[in-house]
């Protein structure tokens, strides 16, 4: 196993994830809550495979406004092309945090490629809340925030035309910091496509500190920067890491398939 940078990620090797048993499960589940993200090149493997891989770590879950694999809606696809208005994951955030229970992981393959790329950043939130001020850190554990699915994805709808049918989008009432339910660590839980107020604040007040947090996550050091290469294989625990991914290929196509594993309601 390679560590990638010192507060996040690692690469592992010598793993066939179509043909994984319960001690390399083991080992990757430790991976994960180790190192935050973990990666796997060469992995040409079904989308049964990549199921089954998923659903040893909990059950999947369906994602709110993406329909998914005609026949596996628990399958969704992360697809741009020449012809495509958005991308997936455009903005950092941890996946679909405004689900009251909110999912504790995902996996990407990527089998379809840019020449160059469509990379991926990835962020700690444990180096994001480590590096704040003790005064601010004790000053965070206060307050909970808000996470609101409907106006981002009422945006990506209206982006792309497609009507959303007036449904109702998950929002949910989350600490801003986390307690990880594995490893016991905190970390910032507060993103810039979900979080839109924290509560007991005036607005002002939220809209400055969440101004300033979401700058605060972006700084480099919490970063890896993951360049893709066919069929790699991206395992990230939502509860600690948060992602975004770099829609700078186009008009360049850039294709693959994730799977999302419920997670628990935060504390
Ligand atoms: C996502 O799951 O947010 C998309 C990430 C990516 O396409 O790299």
Not at 6 to 16: C, N, Q, S, T
Not at 37 to 55: H, K, P, W
Not at 112 to 127: H, I, K, N, R, V
């Amino acid at each position: 196993m390679r560590r990638v940078t010192p507060v996040l990620g690692a690469e592992i090797e010598g793993v066939d994830l179509g043909a994984v048993d319960d001690d390399d499960l083991r080992m990757i589940h430790g991976a994960l809550i180790k190192h935050g993200v973990v990666f796997f090149r060469n992995q040409d493997i079904s989308m049964e495979s990549q199921v089954a891989l998923g659903a040893w770590f909990g059950e999947l879950v369906v994602h709110p406004n993406d329909p998914g694999v005609e026949g596996h809606p628990e399958v969704m696809i992360i697809h741009a092309d020449e012809l495509s208005k958005r991308v997936a994951g455009e903005t950092w955030h941890s996946d679909v945090s405004c689900d009251p229970e909110p999912p504790m992981g995902s996996i990407l393959r990527i089998h379809t490629l840019p020449e160059t790329g469509g990379d991926t950043l990835f962020a700690s939130m444990y180096a994001a809340y480590d590096a704040l001020s003790p005064v601010v850190q004790t000053f965070l554990k206060g307050p909970t925030a808000i996470h609101d699915g409907a106006p981002y994805y009422r945006s990506v709808n209206a982006r792309i035309g497609r009507d959303d049918g007036g449904r109702d989008y998950p929002r949910a009432e989350h600490p801003v910091i986390r307690t990880h339910p594995e490893s016991g660590r905190e970390g910032l839980f507060v993103n810039e496509m979900f979080t839109t107020e924290i509560v007991g604040l005036e607005k002002a007040e939220s809209d400055a500190l969440l101004r300033f947090l979401f700058e605060h996550i972006r700084r480099p050091e919490f970063q890896l920067r993951f360049r893709w290469g066919r069929n790699s294989i991206a395992f990230w625990d939502n509860r600690c890491v948060q992602h975004q991914a770099i829609w700078d290929y186009w008009p360049q196509t850039r294709s693959g398939y994730r799977v999302t594993i419920r997670g628990d309601r935060p504390v």
